[in-house]
Nanobody, 121 residues
Framework: QAQVVESGGGLVQPGGSLTLSCTAS????????MAWFRQFPGKDREFIAGIGSDTYYADSAKGRFTLSRDIAGYNFASLQMNSLKHEVTATYCC????????????????WGTGTKVTVSS
């Protein structure tokens, strides 16, 4: 099972930007893909974006969030989040699975512990 570690959460003002990072113990090209989810209190995890050989976004993330991969290491990806709003305050989690990007969190086999993002003035 892969090890997954997130970083980069914190407090940001409305309209601001934040970059989250995820590092896995496996290469996310070829056999593995990496995805970001967020979880609001009392809710299920919600897909934001995923990356393997291609990149996929939830409709809510298109245009404001960018997921990119570290080409050299192949085991690192960053999620750039722009124009943040209060309502996206949540715990953001990175996950890894084999082969294809799915939006269903139950398909992912390895998870980080999550990083809290708070959008507040």
């Amino acid at each position: 099972q892969a090890q997954v570690v997130e970083s980069g959460g914190g407090l940001v003002q409305p309209g601001g930007s934040l970059t989250l990072s995820c590092t896995a113990s496996v290469r996310i090209v070829g056999h593995y893909v990496m995805a970001w989810f967020r979880q609001f209190p009392g809710k299920d995890r919600e897909f934001i974006a995923g990356i393997g050989s291609d990149t996929y976004y939830a409709d809510s993330a298109k245009g404001r969030f960018t997921l990119s991969r570290d080409i050299a290491g192949y085991n690192f990806a960053s999620l750039q989040m722009n124009s943040l709003k209060h309502e996206v305050t949540a715990t953001y989690c990175c996950a890894v699975k084999r082969y294809d990007v799915y939006q269903d969190p139950s398909e992912y086999t390895s998870w980080g512990t999550g990083t809290k993002v708070t959008v507040s003035s």
